[in-house]
């Protein structure tokens, strides 16, 4: 079993920043993946961005890139959300979640084995 704890969630005004940290424990595998999620009222869980403790390849979402950055500390099997220039169409749950098998792709939602509880995250205009 991996507990996954999401925190950092909040409101921000447009063109602001927060950063999310989900913290894994149990019992962690030494190639997994972790990711973060998001879904906004009315509209299915989409992907935001992932890490591989593997080789520490990072994919991200169209709508994300350039102004999201994800990080991992494998020390403390803990990955980071940095969200910057924030948009009201950022606006969701934010998902963590950790997939065992390196290989999967990083966006396929069913590929994920356990997830976070969420936190939300709100951008007003």
């Known amino acids: 079993q991996v507990q996954l704890v999401e925190s950092g969630g909040g409101s921000v005004q447009s063109g602001g920043s927060l950063e999310l940290s989900c913290a894994a424990s149990?019992?962690?595998?030494?190639?997994?993946?972790m990711a973060w999620f998001r879904q906004a009222p009315g509209r299915e869980r989409e992907f935001v961005s992932s890490v591989s403790w593997r080789n520490n390849k990072k994919t991200y979402a169209d709508s994300v890139k350039g102004r999201f950055t994800i990080f991992r500390d494998a020390a403390e099997n803990t990955v980071l959300l940095q969200m910057n220039n924030l948009k009201p169409e950022d606006t969701a749950v934010y998902y963590c979640?950790?997939?065992?098998?390196?290989?999967?792709?990083?966006?396929?939602?069913?590929?994920?084995?356990?997830w976070g509880q969420g936190t939300q995250v709100t951008v007003s205009s």
């Open positions: 979640a950790t997939d065992a098998n390196p290989d999967s792709a990083p966006g396929v939602m069913g590929a994920y084995d356990y």
């Open positions: 149990g019992v962690i595998y030494a190639n997994y993946v």
